[in-house]
């Protein structure tokens, strides 16, 4: 099994930037790829970007150019890096790993953007 925990999320001023960290501990080499989703009320939780396991990287279109997914292996940790960012990018952030078929969650953490 895989834990998640994930870390820096705040209330951020329209066009501010905030970095996401996440921590993975347990069965980490099992990992195929890892990534962020995010979810704002009364929405359906949505990709946002992933890494693999080969080092391939995609974002959803709404954050392309802004947001920047990157890993440490070496410390075990994955991050998001969120630049200019908008009242729409407003959700509860979750980081997400993807092992031996299985999904494994991070608590999530809160992201505001105030315009």
């Known amino acids: 099994q895989v834990q998640l925990v994930e870390s820096g999320g705040g209330l951020v001023q329209q066009g501010g930037a905030q970095r996401l960290s996440c921590a993975a501990s347990?069965?980490?080499?099992?990992?195929?790829?890892m990534g962020w989703y995010r979810q704002a009320p009364g929405k359906q939780r949505e990709f946002v970007a992933i890494?693999?396991?080969?080092?391939?990287?995609y974002y959803t279109n709404s954050v392309k150019g802004r947001f920047t997914i990157s890993r440490d292996n070496a410390k075990n940790m994955l991050y998001l890096q969120m630049n200019n960012l908008k009242p729409d990018d407003t959700a509860v952030y979750y980081c997400?790993?993807?092992?031996?078929?299985?999904?494994?969650w991070g608590q999530g953490t809160q992201v505001t953007v105030s315009s």
């Open positions: 890494i693999t396991r080969d080092g391939s990287i």
């Open positions: 347990g069965s980490i080499f099992s990992i195929n790829a």
């Open positions: 997400n790993a993807q092992s031996s078929g299985s999904n494994y």
